[in-house]
C-alpha cells in the first residue's frame, strides 16, 4: 500500500509492505513502513529494488557467516590436532575472525555502488 494522506493510515498500518510519501500527513509517515521522502512515484520501484537488494546481501553474508562459522571454529577449538597434529594459533584465529567481518562489512559496502534506477 503506497498513501500520503490520513484516509491512507489505516490501510497503511494494516499492510504488509506499505510506503507513506514524504510530503503526506504526518499521520501516514508514522504508520507506514517506509517514508519516501518526495512524492516522486518513480521511487517507489526504486525502493523495491533496493529492498530486495539488501535482502539478498543479507542472505549472503549470513551464508557465509555460517560456513566460515563451520570450518573456522572446529580447527581453531583443535578438532585438527589428533589427526594431522595441526593447531592453528590463537593470533591467527583472531585474525581470521576479523577478516570475516570485514568481508561482511564489504559485502555490504557494494549497495552504495549498485544503479537502482532501471
Do not use: C, E
Not at 507513506?20 to 517507489?44: E, F, P, Q, R
Not at 520501484?45 to 557467516?65: C, D, E, G, P, Y
Not at 572446529?74 to 583472531?94: E, R, V
Amino acid at each position: 500500500m503506497v498513501g500520503d494522506g490520513i484516509n491512507d493510515s489505516q490501510a497503511l498500518a494494516q499492510a504488509d509492505v506499505s510506503i507513506a510519501m514524504g510530503k503526506g500527513s504526518d499521520i501516514a509517515m508514522d504508520v507506514a513502513k517506509m517514508t519516501i521522502i518526495s512524492s516522486d512515484l518513480h521511487l517507489i520501484s526504486q525502493s523495491m529494488r533496493l529492498s530486495k537488494l539488501t535482502v539478498r546481501t543479507i542472505h549472503q553474508n549470513l551464508f557465509w557467516a555460517f560456513i566460515y562459522n563451520m570450518i573456522g571454529i572446529p580447527i581453531a577449538a583443535g578438532i585438527l590436532y589428533p589427526i594431522w597434529g595441526f593447531m592453528l594459533n590463537p593470533m591467527i584465529a583472531g585474525a581470521a575472525m576479523a577478516l570475516s567481518s570485514v568481508s561482511v562489512v564489504s559485502n555490504s559496502l557494494r549497495l552504495k555502488f549498485i544503479n537502482i534506477k532501471h
